[in-house]
């Protein structure tokens, strides 16, 4: 949860309810679906707050046939403020129900971001093992106390549910994690060690990640930090993840450890970076394959867009799934405060299911949009053989564009070194371009449609993807106002927001010598605004 200091008025922090364990009905949130459908820039099944601001996904827990979300929120304004904990359920992932805020701040602080687990063996004797408590760990912000200039202002909480996360309990003696002195301490993320049979939390602790482990979910100790003169350190590291993951060419086991910074990544302001490696119960160590290849880059980062930012996985995805699924934020703090988007503030990224594969370069992670999107998906045209060379107008080709669609393509150049994809309208203009023996791709929004209200938004981003190869497959995921791009099955993925003043009419495909497009699809995505 990234700290901004906005001159938070005590008023505003004693106008909410300190005591509640539960949601005042009549704070529920505005669920006008209708009327979200007709924001210009709102996302159509993109994941957005009904109302007001937004910021890190929290709490994602898979739990008795729902998917909850939870989510940073200020209910009174599109501006960051005294955080609360947002609350949805979704069957898919795409077609969301809002539901009441579930945690509010207290005298001990506002929530800052935290992690949802279910309890299954109730260690931590909050419900039964007929009924398993649903358990939150999150970080407490005294704003008082930050303002007072002490340094343990951050503290951990946990509340529980027993009625599948509509109703949450605040524990009696919270915090039940004290603050040993350390200005960032926060963004628990909480796993179950199955070796051990203990819960171990990865914890942000300034530009580090501290792992603790309980019993109890109740009762933590320390066990080790990681992250000193290893990966990037431009800023504070938040929100990080411990995942289990199989390298699924040969079924070795890793651990990977995802952190987000802010600022420092590779495009500027608010990135996420990754660690392969293995954990003890204790201790993380990173790979030796993978350690080498940050001895020639600083960092290996999950998205190389602007706008993926404090995204972590979902818990208790049952193992029949098998799936690692996440989701971020779908902004960037340089500019989160100044987006073009009126009565609300702030997105998720599409879900993914994450992959760990091994490659020339040591194992790494590829990211991958979830299959439900096939349920939203209306195929529009399909196309084979499509040989270019100067533009080619792909909406002509496959029929007009919706202002949310899917393009999924796989180019074998023949000759040619840089591929470009091309949307338009009127005047404006988005970019993508491959270069081929530089092995990059670069988004460039500088034309794309409203980008003055920030320095930094409308300059170029840069990925990193194999170079010379002959064929390359993208597959395009478009909203309204965003774009992401997994190129080669999710070897490289990159978000990035856009606003075009009109919806973008016009998708050409351009090569500097001949290129075939072996493969093209188009479809229109379309789900249930969030009720």
Known sequence: MKTVMLGLMASVLLGCSGQSSTNPASERVNSDSSMQSNEKHRPNFHFSPPANWMNDPNGMVYYAGEYHLFYQYHPGSTIWGPMHWGHAVSKDMLNWQHLPVALYPDELGTIFSGSVVVDWENTSG??????????????????????????????????????????????????????????????????????????????????????????????????????????????????????????????????????????????????????????????????????????????????????????????????????????????????ARDVPTDAWRGSMTTPRNLVLQETALGPLLFSQPITELHNISHQVAQLNNVEVSSDTDLSALLGPIEESHRVTMKVKRQGANTLSLDYKNNDELLSIRLDVNAGTVTIDRAKSGETEFEEHFANQQVGVIRAGLDTYSFDIIYDKASIELFVNDGELSMTALAFPSTPYNEITFSADGQALIEHISLDNLTAQQAK
């Open 126 to 335: 909050l419900g039964t093992k007929d009924n398993p408590p649903m358990v939150a760990l999150f970080t407490y912000h005294d704003v008082a106390g930050e303002q007072a200039g002490t340094l343990d202002f951050q503290t951990q909480g946990l509340a529980f549910s027993l009625d599948k996360g509509r109703t949450w309990t605040k524990y009696s003696q919270n915090p039940v994690m004290k603050n040993p002195g350390l200005k960032d301490y926060r963004d628990p993320k909480v796993s179950w060690y199955a070796p051990q049979k203990k819960w171990i939390m990865a914890l942000a602790q300034g530009d580090n990640i501290g792992f603790h482990s309980s019993k109890n979910l109740i009762d933590w100790q320390a066990e080790s930090t990681f992250g000193e003169k290893i990966g990037a350190h431009g800023g504070v590291w938040e929100c990080p993840d411990l995942l289990e993951m199989t390298i699924t060419s040969t079924g070795e086991t890793k651990h990977v450890l995802l952190v987000s910074l802010v600022p420092g990544a590779p495009n500027g302001g608010s990135g996420t970076q990754y660690f392969v490696g293995d954990f003890d119960g204790s201790k993380f160590t990173v790979d030796p394959e993978f350690s080498e290849r940050l001895e020639q880059k600083e960092a290996i980062w999950l998205d190389y867009g602007t706008d993926n930012y404090a995204g972590v996985t979902f818990s208790n995805v049952p193992d029949t799934d098998g799936r690692t699924l996440f989701m971020g934020w779908m902004n960037n703090w340089l500019y």
